[in-house]
């Protein structure tokens, strides 16, 4: 599902610059503008690995006063090169940016990728934007600035300063950071773990994550696409992103000084983190919060789709098989139970003391060719559809050779279903994992990795069987606009509560039957006529917010004669406590008993309206359980959203309780009708029980 706002992405521009990429991934030619002689200088590193790699399109460095570097000829501009250039490096001082990025336009480069910094993230923005418009003026896909560059392991290009060799495979890893993502390009490497392209965003002047994310889509060379994140700069504009493709997230900047550190770092805005997980989840992408998570993530997702959600798991070790069913069960990763059918398939494979149980435990004493076995079994077997291999070290069993069985077995299958390792141990062990990577089988040293992984795999099965339909913003009804309007025309930031519940209702928030009234006897009649008692009664003051410390709510009235009493009272009492508030009466609202949620709505800096769901009343604060979505949602979204609640159980029904979840849908997505002429909704609490849900307490602010 993709959110429809107001937007250029459809613009041609944006289409051209998505179809230059291609020129900048699969060059065959490529210029170095800024090409040095110097081997400590960013422009030797970048054309040595240009060269190192094995790229096989023409190499230009621009240098003035060098004849050639690294035995490959040098041009004094980009004027000069014999041929087209399709992409270019510019590594020269900042200064000099502009100038560079004119000459690559009046070349008819198709792609850039800055690597000077200097620019935004030291305040610089003026000139920043002016290689925006340079960009857009000749059509050009850019990068940066303030990057290291990108890798594209499919076509040979290693266009970095970053380390050289990185290993082919299925994920690209778009990093805004560039001292992360060259830490982490070296960390992938000793694991063995293979990327199909490593890409350094920095200050995202032109290109973002967005657009890289809409190009890999389409890129048979990528499975999965891994980002890590300091912020979005247009949060709108990020939730019209289509994803075909898994995504896996890794969102710094979630306390509030670590959002501070990253709009310093690079200039970028730092929403709520909340919201930031609200759009992630909309849009179907995984988060993670570690970076071993992430790639272990990745990995497991660019395994072909389970057919189902039965797991086996298989080990040689009980301790380490128990960890495994733990987690899985903390996960929800579900496990094939048949133990007949289970003691049929395994028991051959396994010394009689051995468990066909799941997880199936080979023991000790099982060895290689033990392993053998239950591996062939659980790959061969269609109702297994995800196996887990474990494997503790021992003594008798090298585990190079278990990860080289495990290797053979896999690739003899034609690789048709999930399958995960998991290793404890010392250095044989690190070595086995490597051997599993490089093949391009997850594999990792911990048993809770694999369980999220694998859970990610089955989301995103799950994910990606979602509606593909834009989600347009609903209309505000012209009741609710009305009163809106009234209530702007005399100077008020604020809706009063029966006028909140004017708007609301028009929208179609479900409420309990409600009045407002001005005298006593008004307010009995209302009631009795509505067949509203018991009732709770608020006093209505525009120069009154916090009713309760004026003596303003009264709750529980049963009937007229109790409801003048009341109402006197409150008068006496409300002007005793707020004698200068100017009190125009008195709402009421019939008392239902239920599941006290809440319902709101505010505005984001970066993504706009946002609607949260959560538990309510005076636990809100307290617990906090709450979530979002941005607006525009689905009903689906908004399904999801209602069971996303740490307290969902309570929902479901839990000791006579339970909760309407019909109408609890239909207020998410009615609040969602004046999300764009509102600062913020209110309506705490929204009760509901099984025969419906009731807006008992609202608010609007304007």
Known sequence: MTAEVPSDAGSSGAAHKLQNLKKIFNPKSVAIVGASSEPGKIGYQILNNVIQNGFKGKVYPINKKAPEILGVKCYPNLA????????????????????V???????????????????????????????????????????????????????????????????????????QSGALGISLMGWTMMEKIGLAAVVSLGNKVDIGEKE?????NDDPNVRVILIYME??????????????????????????RGAQAAASHTGSLSGSDSIYSAAFNQLGMIRTRTFSQAFATASIL???????????????????????????????????????????????????????????????????????????????EDRIHAVVVLYCETAVLDPVDVAKLIIDEYNAVKRNKPLIVTMVGGERSRQAIQTLNENQIPAMAEVRQAAIGLKALYNWKDISSRSKEK?????????????????????????????????LEACGVPMPKWGFATTADEAAGMAEKSQMYPVAMK????????????????????????????????????????????????????MVDGVQCIVGMNKDPQFGPAVMFGM??????????????IVPFSEGDAQRLVGEIKAKKLLDGYRGQGAHKESIIKTLMAVQKIAEHVKEVDINPLITNVAGSYAVDARIII
């Open 80 to 99: 000069e090169c014999p041929t087209d250039v399709d992409f270019a490096v510019i590594a020269v001082p900042a200064p000099m940016v502009e100038g």
């Open 101 to 175: 990025l004119k000459e690559c336009g009046e070349k008819k480069v198709k792609g850039a990728v800055i690597i000077t910094s200097g620019f935004s993230e030291i305040g610089r923005k003026k000139e920043e934007q002016a290689l925006k418009d340079i960009a857009d003026k000749y059509d050009i896909a850019l990068f940066g600035p303030n990057t290291f560059g990108f890798v594209y392991t499919p076509s040979n290009l290693n266009a970095s300063f970053g380390p050289q060799n990185v290993s082919p495979g299925k994920v690209a890893f778009i990093s």
């Open 212 to 216: 890289l994310i809409e190009y890999f």
């Open 231 to 256: 912020g979005i700069k247009d949060g709108r504009q990020f939730m019209t992103t289509k994803v075909k493709k898994p995504i896996v997230i890794i969102k710094s900047g979630t306390s509030t």
């Open 302 to 380: 660019s395994l072909p789709e389970p057919k189902g959600e039965d797991t086996l798991i298989i080990t040689n070790g009980g301790g380490i098989g128990v960890n495994a069913t733990d987690e899985c069960e903390e996960f929800g990763v579900k496990l094939i139970d048949d133990q007949t059918w289970l003691e049929e398939k395994f028991r051959p494979s396994m010394p009689e003391y051995g468990s066909t149980k799941n997880p199936i435990d080979v023991t000790g004493g099982g060895g290689k060719e033990g392993y053998k076995k239950a591996v062939r079994v659980a790959l061969a």
């Open 471 to 503: 989600v347009k913003i609903p209309e505000a009804p012209a009741k609710a606009l009305e009163v809106i309007e009234r209530v702007r025309k005399e100077g008020r930031t604020f809706l009063l509560e029966h006028e909140s519940r004017e708007v």
């Open 539 to 590: 006093i209505a003051s525009v120069d009154i917010i916090h009713k309760s410390d004026v003596g303003g709510v009264i709750l529980n009235i049963k009937n007229a004669e109790e409801m003048r009493a009341k109402f006197f009272q409150m008068m006496e009492t409300v002007k005793k406590n707020a004698p200068k508030a100017k009190i125009l009466g008195v709402n009421l609202c019939q």
């Open 616 to 629: 309510g009343g005076v636990l809100v604060e307290i617990l906090k359980d709450v979530s979002f979505r």
